[in-house]
């Protein structure tokens, strides 16, 4: 069974956090050197996997004592917001270099664009704070479908993000701001997580 609340609480935790991640940036920069749905694809793909292994982990830490699953889970959310506070700082800076790397290697057409697409996010990801957070949201819900359902969903509103108006939004909106606003939303979920251990 699908629980509704806990697709959005999963959908909006992996949203924040990944929109000031390089997965943002790195399909911004192939999408504007091979064709964007193409890339968009790819990228789908990669987050596909890698929310399948992510939800089985999380699934399989699930049958761990609940306490220690929440303890767990609100120790990643201190985690994540740390990492993206620390981030922040020189998320701006960083940006032009992220774009130079990633532009290096978007020299492919056709299907090796899905191919390179899928290649790149997947190394990039692998890991990642997003990856690690489902795994958390699993094991904390014990709602592996919910929280695949709004993991991927989210993921995939980046990448698409990101290809349709990545580089409007970033004209008008600091990588750093959504660094911090992605660090709050860690500091909460970390708070809600202590205050279900305790109640």
């Known amino acids: 069974m699908i629980d509704p609340l806990v697709v959005a609480l999963a959908f909006g935790a992996i949203f924040v956090v990944e929109l000031p991640d390089k997965t943002f940036i790195a399909t911004l920069?192939?999408?504007?050197?091979m064709r964007p749905l193409l890339v968009w694809i790819g990228v789908a793909l990669a987050f596909l996997v890698q929310t399948g292994v992510a939800v089985g982990v999380g699934k399989a830490?699930?049958?761990?004592?609940?306490?220690?699953?929440?303890?767990?889970?609100?120790?990643?959310?201190?985690?994540?917001?740390?990492?993206?506070?620390?981030?922040?700082?020189?998320?701006?800076d960083d940006e032009s270099e992220q774009e130079e790397e990633y532009a290096a290697r978007s020299t492919a057409q056709g299907f090796r664009v899905v191919v390179t697409s899928f290649l790149v996010l997947f190394a990039a990801e692998w890991g990642d704070l997003s990856q690690l957070l489902t795994i958390s949201l699993v094991a904390k819900y014990d709602d592996p479908v919910s929280v695949f359902l709004g993991s991927w969903g989210a993921l995939l509103a980046v990448s698409g993000l990101a290809v349709i108006v990545g580089r409007v939004l970033l004209q008008h909106v600091q990588l750093s701001v959504l660094h911090y606003v992605g660090a709050t939303v860690c500091v909460l979920m970390a708070g809600l997580t202590v205050w279900e251990m305790t109640r």
């Open 61 to 92: 830490a699930s049958f761990l004592p609940a306490n220690l699953i929440h303890a767990v889970a609100a120790l990643m959310f201190v985690i994540g917001a740390i990492i993206l506070f620390r981030e922040a700082r020189s998320s701006d």
């Open 29 to 33: 920069v192939m999408s504007t050197r």
